[in-house]
């Protein structure tokens, strides 16, 4: 079974920052891509930013671009994501989703709240 777990949301400003880590445990070996994605209240869950982790590509979803910088750790089986300049419309919960071998796994979820 593949485990993950995210950290790093919380509350701030908006122009603020936050850096969120996702870290995968378990059953993780083989692992295609990990991502995030988010869902604000009302909404339906939507893509933020995704890279695999062999060779380079990274995508991210266009109203992220220029703000937001996935990376990844091959080691820890980790993935973060580093969020700045944020605005309320980025108010949501966040989830990890990673690709593997073992087919397609998700998080808890981490709240990111940004006030106006």
């Known amino acids: 079974q593949v485990r993950l777990e995210e950290s790093g949301g919380g509350l701030v400003p908006a122009g603020g920052s936050l850096r969120l880590a996702c870290t995968a445990s378990?059953?993780?070996?083989?692992?295609?891509?990990m991502a995030w994605h988010r869902q604000a209240p009302g909404k339906e869950r939507e893509f933020v930013a995704r890279?695999?982790?062999?060779?380079?590509?990274?995508l991210y979803t266009d109203s992220v671009k220029g703000r937001f910088n996935i990376s990844r750790d091959r080691v820890k089986n980790a993935i973060y994501l580093q969020m700045n300049n944020l605005k309320p419309e980025d108010t949501a919960v966040y989830y990890c989703?990673?690709?593997?071998?073992?087919?397609?796994?998700w998080g808890q979820g981490t709240q990111v709240t940004v006030s106006s």
């Open positions: 989703r990673l690709d593997g071998v073992t087919g397609a796994h």
């Open positions: 378990g059953r993780a070996a083989g692992i295609y891509a």
């Open positions: 890279i695999r982790f062999a060779g380079h590509e990274i």
